[in-house]
């Protein structure tokens, strides 16, 4: 118990400084040094899911493996230029997949459930020079509340199971702390958003409609994020795993970390879509 407590600190030590210093500097090491940092970030990603898929269903690595990652990496590095392309890209990754498999749809599906987050993290970061940086920081930190508090609230006050024959573990009081935790998380982002001045004097949008948005918006995407994780729990059952792989020491593998960010990035930047009609947010 003790052991894989300390396992998980330090993965969680050495992972997350990563993965928030790629995006908060992503924009800088592109502009002064060409080196598209976040995009590379996204690949790795991407590389990553697509072997971990190959294990879940293969317990190898195949041609279909370097397929998947081969088309995760094109997304990620397309999805900033035109990420219209980068959508017919992985409908085009899908289809040889399944060709490939000889009709594996199960298999091939796993092509855009990697593509499509991809695509709508690159999305989001490069929407937008002002603020878009800000939006997938505030992503992370809701999809991370969601999971904080759904394990810290569901393990205190625990209660009726939500899905007992998909995820053994959860429970509504879980959801429901999943919920206040991302909505307070949100709250809080609006109020570094105001203290930085990322509302400018010229901006239509007040500050209670911007919490209106982000606190909304977190709530919503709390539920989303618990939908991804009962998404992969089912797609583990129905493999019998326990972890998507042991790549992370002490996590399990990577859909086991980032299964609610996977659903929670595509909604995210639907969202986004859907009011600015391919626009930024704010």
Same mark, same amino acid.
């Given at each position: 118990?003790?052991?894989?407590?300390?396992?998980?600190?330090?993965?969680?030590?050495?992972?997350?400084?990563?993965?928030?210093?790629?995006?908060?500097?992503?924009?800088?090491?592109?502009?002064?040094?060409?080196?598209?940092?976040?995009?590379?970030?996204?690949?790795?990603?991407?590389?990553?899911?697509?072997?971990?898929?190959?294990?879940?269903?293969?317990?190898?690595?195949?041609?279909?493996?370097?397929?998947?990652?081969?088309?995760?990496?094109?997304?990620?590095?397309?999805?900033?230029?035109?990420?219209?392309?980068?959508?017919?890209?992985? !409908?085009?990754?899908? @289809?040889?997949?399944?060709?490939?498999?000889?009709?594996? /749809?199960?298999? +091939?599906? %796993?092509? =855009?459930? $990697?593509?499509?987050?991809?695509?709508?993290?690159?999305?989001?970061?490069?929407?937008?020079?002002?603020?878009?940086?800000?939006?997938?920081?505030?992503?992370?930190?809701?999809?991370?509340?969601?999971?904080?508090?759904?394990?810290?609230?569901?393990?205190?006050?625990?209660?009726?199971?939500?899905?007992?024959?998909?995820?053994?573990?959860?429970?509504?009081?879980?959801?429901?702390?999943?919920?206040?935790?991302?909505?307070?998380?949100?709250?809080?982002?609006?109020?570094?958003?105001?203290?930085?001045?990322?509302? !400018?004097?010229?901006? @239509?949008?007040?500050?209670?409609?911007?919490?209106?948005? /982000?606190?909304? +918006?977190? %709530?919503? =995407?709390? $539920?989303?994020?618990?939908?991804?994780?009962?998404?992969?729990?089912?797609?583990?059952?129905?493999?019998?795993?326990?972890?998507?792989?042991?790549?992370?020491?002490?996590?399990?593998?990577?859909?086991?970390?980032?299964?609610?960010?996977?659903?929670?990035?595509?909604?995210?930047?639907?969202?986004?879509?859907?009011?600015?009609?391919?626009?930024?947010?704010?």
């Amino acid at each position: 118990m003790h052991s894989n407590l300390f396992l998980r600190t330090i993965s969680a030590v050495v992972l997350a400084p990563l993965v928030l210093g790629s995006i908060w500097f992503g924009k800088f090491f592109y502009e002064i040094y060409s080196i598209p940092l976040y995009t590379i970030l996204l690949a790795t990603f991407g590389v990553g899911l697509a072997w971990e898929w190959s294990i879940m269903f293969d317990k190898k690595v195949t041609s279909n493996t370097v397929i998947m990652a081969l088309f995760a990496c094109l997304v990620a590095f397309l999805t900033e230029g035109n990420p219209g392309f980068a959508l017919w890209l992985s !409908l085009l990754g899908l @289809t040889i997949v399944y060709w490939k498999t000889d009709g594996r /749809l199960a298999f +091939s599906l %796993g092509t =855009l459930y $990697i593509c499509l987050p991809i695509l709508s993290l690159g999305y989001i970061y490069y929407v937008n020079e002002g603020i878009s940086r800000e939006i997938v920081l505030w992503l992370f930190f809701v999809v991370w509340a969601t999971d904080i508090g759904g394990y810290v609230v569901g393990k205190t006050v625990k209660g009726p199971k939500l899905a007992p024959k998909i995820s053994a573990k959860k429970t509504w009081s879980g959801l429901a702390g999943a919920i206040l935790f991302a909505m307070l998380v949100a709250y809080g982002f609006a109020l570094y958003l105001k203290a930085y001045n990322y509302l !400018l004097p010229e901006s @239509t949008v007040t500050f209670n409609q911007l919490v209106f948005v /982000l606190v909304s +918006s977190a %709530g919503i =995407l709390a $539920i989303v994020s618990q939908i991804g994780d009962f998404f992969e729990s089912y797609i583990k059952r129905r493999l019998n795993l326990k972890d998507s792989s042991n790549l992370i020491p002490g996590h399990g593998g990577l859909f086991d970390r980032v299964d609610g960010l996977l659903f929670a990035s595509v909604v995210t930047a639907l969202i986004i879509c859907y009011f600015n009609d391919g626009g930024v947010l704010f």
